[in-house]
T-cell receptor
Framework: DTAVSQTPKYLVTQMGNDKSIKCEQN?????MYWYKQDSKKFLKIMFS???????INETVPNRFSPKSPDKAHLNLHINSLELGDSAVYFC???????????FGPGTRLLVL | EDKVVQSPLSLVVHEGDTVTLNCSYE??????LLWYKQEKKAPTFLFML????IEKKSGRLSSILDKKELFSILNITATQTGDSAVYLC???????????FGTGTRLQVFP
């Protein structure tokens, strides 16, 4: 049983396109996150939602927009993709505290 | 299927104690193993290990990798309350070039 799943696993697209990455968790958690992993393996938090409400919104371009249709899903939509958006994006979820998070398998985005 | 297992899940100690956190993995085409410390927000990077038997050290924290037995340990000596956090282990494979995370060990250090 997959706890946190992401689709697609790989995404190759042209600059300027709009794309979405989906995340679903079946753990019944209240909080979900999106992270961007850079080339040095550092993880940078982008967004956090608690019960469908945005609680963390770090400094990311407004081309990135998270959408949470229900507390089990947190999708990431990216408009006008740029070369620098190429990275691995991780979704995670946790219950009450941000400490114990379960990570998804990641989505590798390559913008050409 | 690739997987990373950490133990123990939770650990409670007093300041000054030494702790050892474990991470075992099954990954095809292993590339590297990374340790992160997570407090409030995003995990912060601690170590990356690629070669077996070489110890990485930073202050009171040290880590070693055993590629033959497929595990790594993270040691923290003379623990302080500021060490309280979740410690995540992640493994990278040449196949996917992505990180596979364990579920973490929650460490609580009391005065």
């Amino acid at each position: 049983d997959t706890a946190v799943s992401q689709t697609p696993k790989y995404l190759v697209t042209q600059m300027g396109n709009d794309k979405s990455i989906k995340c679903e968790q079946n753990l019944g958690h209240d909080t979900m996150y999106w992270y961007k992993q850079d080339s040095k393996k550092f993880l940078k938090i982008m967004f956090s939602y608690n019960n469908k409400e945005l609680i963390i919104n770090e400094t990311v371009p407004n081309r990135f927009s998270p959408k949470s249709p229900d507390k089990a899903h947190l999708n990431l939509h990216i408009n006008s993709l740029e070369l620098g958006d190429s990275a691995v994006y991780f979704c995670a979820s946790s219950q009450d505290t941000p400490e114990t998070q379960y990570f998804g398998p990641g989505t590798r985005l390559l913008v050409l | 299927e690739d997987k990373v297992v950490q133990s123990p899940l939770s650990l409670v100690v007093h300041e000054g104690d030494t702790v050892t956190l474990n991470c075992s993995y099954e990954v095809t085409n292993f590339r590297s193993l990374l340790w992160y410390k997570q407090e409030k927000k995003a995990p912060t990077f601690l170590f990356m290990l690629t070669s077996s038997g070489i110890e990485k050290k930073s202050g009171r924290l040290s880590s070693i990798l055993d590629k033959k037995e497929l595990f790594s340990i993270l040691n923290i000596t003379a623990t302080q309350t500021g060490d309280s956090a979740v410690y995540l282990c992640a493994v990278e494979s040449y196949n996917t070039d992505k990180l596979i995370f364990g579920t973490g060990t929650r460490l609580q250090v009391f005065p």
